[in-house]
């Protein structure tokens, strides 16, 4: 007999062992758990790589919520100052001259109608928010002044949307030139739907560096108000304050002077008179004719001001106060008109800065209360349509349309809105004159926290994993 044989003899004839069927069902569950494992480590690895690769590379860029526009246009309800710090290039604002970085810039300046405008980081550098969807525009403005070594610190230069949202004026000046001598410098008007550019070179001095520029109500004049650079040049040197009116489609400007109290308080009327405020003066300049006045300087202006339809004034100050201030230009009457009158609403008073006017008897304004401790613990302003004292006051409105989220408070200064957006009040209070277009997405910005998250998760699968593997082993010994 063969050994084959032999063997095959003593297979048949051995006892079978009984096995208990539950071993069996214990090493299938064993091993599906084995390949459960398996796939979920290799799941956190490809997560966790995912993951770098997104923070690395970033997301695409965001489209805007389905039916977040409004086609004609609106100023939003929140506006937003305060930009992160990561979108900026160069020291800050105060040690040097600053830019948008590379990421954000942007030199296409055909953004079409805008809603507002302002100078973040401290006066720096141009933002512009689109009337239609409310995304916030980082404009690399040609020549743009902004904050630089010849401008003095704490003291911005000058940049305006126009009442309709269709122009952006700016100051400007070319840093190529030597700054001992004449800079080039002045005014440069942007057409938003092509982002064609208008230059008015302004001349004197050393150059003028313009600080305030107000349109008319009707988007068609432009006022500005600045100083000469010998000052801002050379240490010790003296500036003269200046002031013009660019008329409509113009690229000159008669440069004339101006009282040395005015600090950038310009407006100029839809008939192109120029208004100067300052302290307790004001000088008054129409048709070839000046008209200077005194008025009480409790109630003047240091800053701000702004023209409307009908030709009177509403003028800003930075000392606070119960009181919105206007004026007639004509007669260089002052009156004051109580803020939320009967409301209480501001027991240390506010800082009123005028925006524009919606209608000849509606003024818009950023009240900013005095502490901010009324309204806000994050300190916001104020967006607030208020009725002109030529109302009787059983008519006065007084309404919060929409907040100015100014941290800094220095950024909102430079603040210029499209009143023309506003529409026409119904008289009822459930009317929305502003629009939440939400948060700004700010380009560049990473959302991190899902990444996160999915780390947490995997990591957790991790441990598991680990955790069925140390058991596993100690049950095989």
């Known amino acids: 007999m063969s050994l084959h044989d032999q063997l095959q003899q003593l297979a048949d004839t051995a006892p079978r062992p009984a096995i208990d069927h539950a071993v069996w069902d214990r090493g299938r569950a064993l091993r599906r758990r084995d390949r459960i494992v398996t796939s979920a480590v290799v799941l956190a690895i490809v997560v966790i790589l995912g993951g770098f690769v997104a923070v690395v590379t970033g997301p695409p860029r965001a489209f805007a919520p389905a039916g977040d526009t409004v086609p004609e246009g609106a100023i939003p309800s929140r506006i937003y100052t305060d930009v992160p710090e990561d979108l900026v290039e160069g020291p800050d604002p105060t040690d040097g001259e600053v830019s948008w970085s590379d990421e954000v810039a942007e030199e296409d300046l055909a953004i079409g109608q805008a809603s507002a405008a302002f100078a973040a980081r401290a006066g720096s550098l141009p933002v512009v928010i689109g009337a239609k969807d409310g995304a916030y525009h980082h404009l690399d403005l040609p020549g743009w002044l902004g904050v630089s070594r010849i401008t003095q610190l704490g003291v911005p230069s000058g940049l305006a949307l126009s009442p309709d949202g269709t122009q952006l004026a700016y100051a400007w000046w070319d840093a190529t030139d030597p700054e001992d001598a004449s800079m080039p410098g002045g005014v440069r008007v942007v057409e938003l739907a092509s982002g064609e550019i208008r230059t008015v070179t302004l001349k004197g001095g050393n150059g003028i560096h313009v600080r305030a520029i107000s349109w008319s109500p009707d988007s068609r ?134 925006l524009g006017w919606p209608t000849s008897d509606l003024v818009l304004s950023m009240v900013n209360p005095a502490g901010r401790d009324e ?98 082993r100690t049950r095989l010994t």
């Open 221 to 354: 004049w432009l006022a500005w108000a600045g100083v000469d650079t010998a000052a801002e040049l050379r240490p010790g040197g003296y500036s003269t304050k200046v002031g013009g009116r660019i008329g409509p489609g113009a690229s000159i400007s008669a440069t004339v002077p101006v009282g040395s109290n005015v600090q950038g308080a310009v407006a100029v009327t839809n008939s192109g008179t120029l208004v100067f405020a300052g302290g307790e003066r004001v000088t008054v300049t129409a048709e070839g004719t000046t008209s200077k006045y005194r008025v009480d300087r409790d109630l003047m202006a240091e800053r701000v001001a702004t023209a409307s339809p009908d030709g009177s004034v509403a003028i800003g100050s930075f000392a606070a106060s119960d009181v919105a201030v206007f004026l007639d230009p004509e007669t260089g009457v002052v009156t004051p008109r109580e803020l939320a009158k009967d409301l209480e609403r501001y027991p240390n008073g506010a800082y009123v800065q005028p």
């Open 375 to 472: 309204l806000s613990s994050s300190g916001n302003s104020e967006l607030i349509v208020m009725t002109s004292p030529s109302r009787s006051e059983d008519v006065w409105t007084y309404r919060v349309v929409g907040t100015v989220d100014d941290e800094s408070f220095n950024d909102a200064l430079s603040l210029s809105v499209a009143v023309d957006l506003i529409p026409d009040l119904d008289g009822t209070s459930s009317q929305e004159l502003t629009h939440d277009f939400g948060e700004p997405d700010w380009p560049g910005q990473r959302d991190i926290s899902w990444i996160i998250g999915l780390g947490v998760a995997a990591g957790l699968s991790v441990l598991y994993g680990l955790r069925w593997v140390w058991r596993r």
